[in-house]
């Protein structure tokens, strides 16, 4: 019996073997070119010729005999399948598009662009993917598909893992990471993820068996040995077993693998056993805080006492140079007694290294603190990071240099351990997983790096844009962009950027230490409702609009500029937190200055995290509270900043629980020096009185500009409980 189109359902399932299914019941063909046509057809939409069928299928036959053969074929079909499956006339075929539920169609659909795809995209095509596409079927037309489709999962996948290492969701990256080499088991970046995952979730012997596991594979498959970045990793890993049981740090764990500067690495580790005060100089993009992280992590065998990192990025006062420094060692406030003194009597004569990154704009203020330090604790080392020295006695000043840019010239070995070349390489991987290093390449990589000066940064931005173009359309850009290699390299990434994540990326400028996803929908997209689906109007047939919400597309945004490298991202207590590098913030912030936007969106980040403080204020006193004061302490850059806002604006916009709950934080964190607001801003001292930095229980005097604000900073009576 023909079966009924209008009532049944037709299912193809074109990866794996070939699965027909008609209403969940399997349709077997009698005739493999009959199943063979019908998968062709699938993965060929629109009309095809029916002459260049008959002789794909039936070539080694007479013309009539093909065509013939191609008739009986379709009859099979339509008497399987019913006549509305397939459309065309006596010159071509076509599938009905409305017949069939496809598998591979729809994965094209979900991964055609893999790097664009949100994530839920990525789970829902890989799943589709059971198998290589018709892995039973070895006909010539198959065979560029079925690679195509395996390089499109395996982007995907990778992708995947990727953004769960990000993420630090270490659990899933490692499933995946798993899953890609089942199939492909001499794939070294998916050993790369999993030996990073494993060691990052404690697992270190698990971690050093999969290297072991990754040059056996290798050796088997590819005749091969481990890269270079494969032994650094495994190297690390041994080390930090060896001597790091026990070691105190809170260094910054990069989610990119370090190349190259093994010479410079050397140098610097010497100039830390031989000062007690060492800073790395350079301009931005440099790579100076990279370094320092690999040095102070190499180096820490010579402190047992501790490594502590202190990032100044986010902060604009002086004055608050000691308490970064105070948090970081875990030093309470307490009572009138100097930070500087509380945290020398803490590290006392212990070995100790701190870690500076940031000092730049503030060289003044770190330079006292630094001095101080030294002076009360001879066990203490700094590692300071700053375009500029501290010009302290004693200090030495250590320029990081560039990558060496790779010379005309080379031959591909050589450029192949060129470590500007190997950087690009790296970094392309993540953006395009099929890119590799060859003769038709070499030359315009070699190229991108000498215009961009073997700056780190800059050759990163470069490399990001290797999932949608080639390495000879990014060096003709490149040399279209002008002369200052940073400012170009930046300047061509942002030009290459939709019109939307032109006008996101400059507005994150306006963040202070990070932001998560909700601060970015609100403040910078400009959505009321970031949850609520979009506002749209309905097409003439009265089909639905999607249920899109702007904080999904804000979200899409952010993670399109992450993989381009203009935007870093991290799995944070809350979700996803994201950071601007320093000097893309810079030309994020002239770029919004520009468009006339930067002092409404100012207003906006205050009003929001105002808001934030409001919210909390009914929680205040519950078992929910520490939590809340988490999130609050997070926030300590972007609630700066606030305050220096409303410090300066015209109107008050601070709502009274705000206050009430900055208080609150203040004091239940201990943090009395915060709580002094003439600490924000010496310019504000005669418009905006302040809490008494001597008493828990300051009061906010009435400025003279007309502001309102409420009368007190002090600890407020607990809100009333329902």
Same mark, same amino acid.
């Given at each position: ?32 070119? !009959? #199943?063979? =046509? /019908? %998968?062709? $057809? @699938? &993965?060929?939409? *629109? ?71 949100? !994530? #839920?995209? =990525? /789970? %829902?095509? $890989? @799943? &589709?993917?059971? *198998? ?75 971690? /050093? %068996? ?513």
């Amino acid at each position: 019996m023909m079966p009924n189109h209008s009532t049944g359902a037709l299912r193809i399932q074109l990866f794996g073997p070939l699965r027909v299914e008609w209403d969940g019941q399997s349709v077997v063909f009698a005739r493999r070119k !009959t #199943a063979a =046509l /019908l %998968a062709y $057809l @699938a &993965l060929h939409p *629109g009309e095809q010729p029916r002459e260049q069928i008959a002789a794909l299928f039936w070539g080694d036959t007479a013309d009539e005999d093909a065509r013939r053969s191609l008739r009986v074929a379709l009859a099979d079909l339509r008497k399987a399948l019913g006549d509305a499956t397939l459309l065309g006339d006596r010159d071509a075929l076509a599938l009905n598009p409305a017949a069939a539920e496809i598998d591979a169609q729809r994965f094209a659909r979900l991964l055609g662009k893999p790097h664009a795809a949100l !994530t #839920a995209d =990525l /789970l %829902a095509g $890989l @799943a &589709l993917y059971r *198998g290589d596409l018709l892995e039973a079927l070895y006909d010539e037309w198959v065979l560029p598909l079925r690679e195509h489709f395996r390089a499109t999962w395996l982007a995907a996948l990778l992708l995947l893992i990727e953004r769960y290492r990000t993420a630090g969701d270490y659990a899933n990256a490692i499933q995946q990471a798993r899953r890609l080499l089942q199939r492909e088991p001499a794939h070294e970046t998916a050993h790369q993820h999993l030996i990073f995952c494993l060691a990052a979730s404690g697992e270190r012997d698990a971690s /050093l %068996a999969q290297v072991e596991a990754c040059r056996a594979a290798l050796r088997q498959h590819l005749d091969a040995d481990l890269s270079a970045e494969t032994l650094a990793l495994a190297a690390s890993i041994r080390k930090q077993g060896a001597e790091g049981a026990g070691r105190l740090t809170n260094l910054p764990r990069p989610l990119t693998s370090f190349i190259g500067r093994e010479a410079e690495l050397e140098q610097v580790e010497t100039l830390l056993a031989q000062t007690r005060l060492l800073t790395l100089t350079g301009p931005g993009g440099s790579g100076k805080t990279r370094l320092a992280i690999q040095a102070a992590d190499e180096a820490s065998h010579g402190y047992p006492d501790g490594v502590w990192w202190v990032d100044f990025a986010s902060l604009a006062e002086p004055e608050l140079v000691a308490g970064a420094i105070a948090r970081a060692l875990g030093v309470a406030e307490r009572g009138d007694e100097s930070l500087l003194t509380l945290t020398a009597s803490r590290i006392g004569g212990q070995r100790l290294l701190l870690a500076l990154d940031t000092c730049e704009h503030l060289l003044a203020a770190c330079a006292l603190v630094v001095e101080f330090l030294l002076a009360r604790c001879p066990g203490l080392a700094v590692l300071a990071v700053s375009r500029e020295p501290l010009d302290l006695p004693g200090e030495v000043a250590w320029e990081t240099p560039p990558f060496p840019a790779p010379a005309e010239g080379s031959d591909l070995r050589t450029l192949r351990q060129n470590d500007a070349m190997r950087l690009f390489v790296e970094r392309a991987r993540t953006a395009n997983a099929g890119f590799q290093l060859g003769a038709g390449n070499a030359a315009a990589v070699a190229g991108i790096c000498r215009r961009l000066e073997g700056i780190p940064l800059a050759i990163e931005l470069a490399a990001a844009q290797m999932d949608r173009r080639s390495s000879a359309e990014i060096e003709l850009g490149l040399s279209q962009a002008g002369d200052d290699a940073l400012r170009a390299a930046i300047q061509w990434s942002y030009d290459l950027l939709s019109p939307v994540q032109q006008i996101l990326f400059r507005r994150l400028a306006v963040f202070d230490g990070g932001w998560d996803l909700a601060a970015a929908s609100i403040v910078a997209a400009g959505y009321a409702e970031p949850q609520a689906p979009l506002a749209a109007v309905a097409g003439p047939h009265g089909v639905s609009p999607l249920p899109v919400s702007g904080e999904a597309v804000t979200r899409q945004v952010l993670e399109n500029l992450a993989r381009k490298g203009l935007v870093q991202a991290r799995r944070g207590e809350d979700g996803p937190r994201y950071s601007l590098l320093d000097a893309l913030a810079g030309f994020a912030r002239q770029a919004c200055q520009a468009a006339g936007e930067w002092e409404r969106l100012v207003a906006a980040q205050a009003g929001f995290y105002f808001d934030l403080l409001d919210s909390q204020w009914p929680a205040a006193y519950s078992p929910r509270e520490p939590a809340i004061l988490d999130r609050i302490e997070r926030e300590t850059a972007n609630l700066r900043r606030a305050w220096r806002w409303q410090i300066e604006a015209a109107e008050w916009q601070a709502p009274p629980q705000a206050i009430s709950y900055q208080s609150r934080f203040w004091q239940v964190r201990g943090h009395h020096c915060e709580a002094d607001l003439r600490r924000l801003s010496q310019s504000a001292q005669a418009d905006f009185a302040a809490v008494a930095a001597t008493s828990v229980a300051g009061h906010l005097r009435r400025p003279q500009r007309g502001h309102s604000p409420p009368a007190s900073f002090q600890d407020p009576a607990p809100p009333p409980r329902a």
